[in-house]
């Protein structure tokens, strides 16, 4: 047997071997350097220009590249819930209207939090063409805007900040598709279906008996001859004799895929990855963990080389690195403290183990990713506080595909003033001087997903109707319902099983969360991109704040901590904090 220490560090460690090369790919396509796509992929691109009548040689300004944004996310949510409300004349269990609003603004934010069961409410055609294709179109959005931003630090007095059709049609052909081309075969392998297929037959090894409602009857006696179930000598009426089960198939494997790399989340099947058709090994586990932080981590390369400053993009891989590590570290202790040894597995896969359990949730909860292989409701309060820290930082302990860098950068700036205020220097990163508008956004950028998990949590505990979707009381309730709201403002997407999200209030609260956490800060990244792109940059002098050294990275680290600390200690007090209080005592 491995030791679980050992597990963790592989994990990590093959997940930044990955990502080094990675990222120096990334900057070779988005900076229009030969890769070795280039001559497959190449006649695609041109082509898809000229399909669509794209000029890929004009730039666009700040507002153009925000405009641009907007209508083609407003594009993919109003057609992925006309074909939700469209497909209920097909599926056992259609969708309401809430319901359909609340999923679409989940697929276009990232975010993919899901109050639907798939195997019932989603047809083959909607979960490909549907939510698949937004699963591609989200990430690539997000890494579009963290590009714009990049521009904007490296050019100089220029007002444009490059193109957001180019951005988006390279991002999708020579980084998402291949990756998950090649993601997909090796789940295929490891046993992920991938099929055409709706339902299969599986014929029970023993038959069972269930009411009138589809519920098993236990300690039930079967007579298969007589087709009579008895209980106690009682022979129950409208009880049914079940001898196979339907088994749920179709396009899983390419889904999965996206749903890890893409930082998307949302399950193929309601158990999402501990299901044994979209996870079925420890092998496929450990493809599927290292996918999730595989992008996000692979661009803190790409950035440091954009700026000709591979130190740069190291100190914010390591600030990143740092809350990882910590992440990791606290949930694998949570995991045994307080709990009887026997309790240690509960609501966890035997074929993973509690590492492979760990470490997927420390992954997820780090990356905008909901996907989860466990149960979180079954996590204790200290894995759930750690858990909905990691979100409400903002998800920058790498985060999303291009939202957590963007995100991370943010910080940085506001790190970035403040240490230029306490040394008394005009605070300056990458060569541009750092004024009150940068400020302004980055604040905007920084305090968006606060401002929305707390005001969505404040209306909620204001309806008392959100009282019937929680399971539990006391402090745990609490957590369950500060939990979801974490999750739709951080866009990830994960929830805990006691939360019962599908009212037409709680859809619609949580849908407008999502969408104000996912585009208020793009809004705000865009915009910042396009005014740093007029500056001149400005040579360093012995003044100048060094921004990629061991100081530094640490001082970013407390910025961030601090900004979440004050943001969220007192919701976390009511909730997680006290759930920990009281198991100790």
């Not at 666009?60 to 992925?80: C, D, H, I, P, R």
């Not at 309401?96 to 899901?114: I, M, Y």
């Not at 905008?368 to 894995?383: F, I, M, T």
């Not at 220097?425 to 905007?444: C, D, L, S």
Request: net charge neutral; with cysteine.
């Amino acid at each position: 047997m491995i030791p679980q220490a050992v597990l963790y560090a592989l994990y990590v460690l093959l997940t930044v071997a990955l990502a080094v090369p990675l990222g120096f790919y990334i900057y070779k396509v988005m900076f229009e350097k030969r890769n070795p796509l280039s001559r497959i992929v190449g006649p695609i691109e041109s082509a898809t220009y000229k399909v669509l009548g794209i000029d890929p040689e004009k730039a666009m300004s700040g507002k153009s590249y925000l405009a641009s944004l907007m209508l083609f996310s407003l594009l993919g949510f109003l057609v992925l819930f006309i074909m939700l409300l469209i497909q209920a004349n097909y599926t056992s269990a259609g969708m309401d209207v809430a319901q359909a609003f609340n999923t679409a603004a989940s697929f276009v934010t990232n975010t993919n939090w899901q109050s639907y069961v798939p195997e019932n409410q989603m047809t083959p055609i909607v979960q490909a063409l549907g939510l698949g294709v937004q699963n591609f179109f989200a990430p690539a959005a997000g890494m579009a805007v963290l590009f714009a931003l990049i521009r904007g630090l490296i050019q100089t007095k220029t007002r444009t900040i490059g193109n957001f059709w180019k951005d988006m049609t390279r991002i999708l052909l020579y980084i998402l598709i291949p990756v998950n081309l090649v993601l997909s075969l090796l789940l295929v392998s490891q046993g992920v279906i991938q099929n055409t297929n709706t339902l299969q037959s599986a014929k029970l090894l023993e038959p069972i008996a269930v009411n009138a409602e589809g519920d098993r009857i236990e300690n039930a006696v079967i007579d298969e001859q007589n087709q009579t179930v008895t209980v106690n000598g009682t022979i129950v009426p409208d009880a049914r004799i079940v001898t196979k089960q339907a088994l749920p198939s179709g396009l899983a494997a390419s889904q999965i895929a996206i749903k890890q790399s893409g930082t998307n989340g949302g399950g193929y099947f309601q158990t999402n990855s501990a299901h044994p058709y979209e996870n079925p090994t420890p092998i496929s586990n450990f493809l599927e963990v290292i996918s999730i932080l595989l992008i996000p981590m692979a661009l803190c390369f790409t950035f440091g080389r954009a700026l000709h400053d591979q130190k740069q993009g190291r100190a914010v891989f390591w600030a990143m690195m740092i809350g990882l590590v910590l992440s990791i570290s606290v949930i694998a202790l949570g995991s045994h403290i307080g709990l009887d040894p026997s309790l240690v597995m509960e609501g966890k896969e035997t074929r993973f183990g509690v590492a492979g359990t760990n470490i997927w949730t420390s992954f997820t909860t780090a990356a905008s990713s909901g996907s989860v292989n466990s149960a979180l409701e079954s996590s204790s309060p200290l894995s759930a506080m750690t858990m909905l820290i990691a979100m409400q930082l903002g998800e920058v302990i790498f985060g999303g595909a291009g939202c957590g860098l963007y995100g991370m950068l943010a910080f940085l700036i506001l790190t970035v003033f403040i240490a230029g205020l306490m040394v008394g220097r005009t605070p300056e990163f990458a060569g541009k001087k750092i004024e009150p508008y940068e400020m302004k956004w980055a604040v905007v950028m920084v305090l968006a997903a606060p401002f929305a998990i707390l005001i969505g949590s404040t209306l909620a505990c204001l309806n008392s109707a959100t009282l019937e979707s929680i399971s539990s009381s006391g402090p745990h309730a609490f957590t369950q319902m500060l939990y979801a709201f974490t999750s739709a403002g951080a866009n990830n997407g994960s929830a805990m099983s006691g939360f019962m999200a599908h009212t037409a209030w709680l859809d619609l609260l949580l849908g407008l969360i999502m969408l104000f956490a996912r585009f208020v800060p793009m809004a705000a990244a865009i915009l910042m991109a396009q005014h740093l792109s007029r500056k001149s940059c400005v040579a360093p002098t012995a003044g100048t704040l060094c921004t990629n050294n061991t100081l530094f990275v640490l001082l970013l680290v407390l910025i961030v901590v601090v900004i979440g600390a004050l943001s969220f200690f007192p919701a976390l007090a009511l909730g997680p904090i006290a759930e920990l209080i009281q198991t100790i005592h």
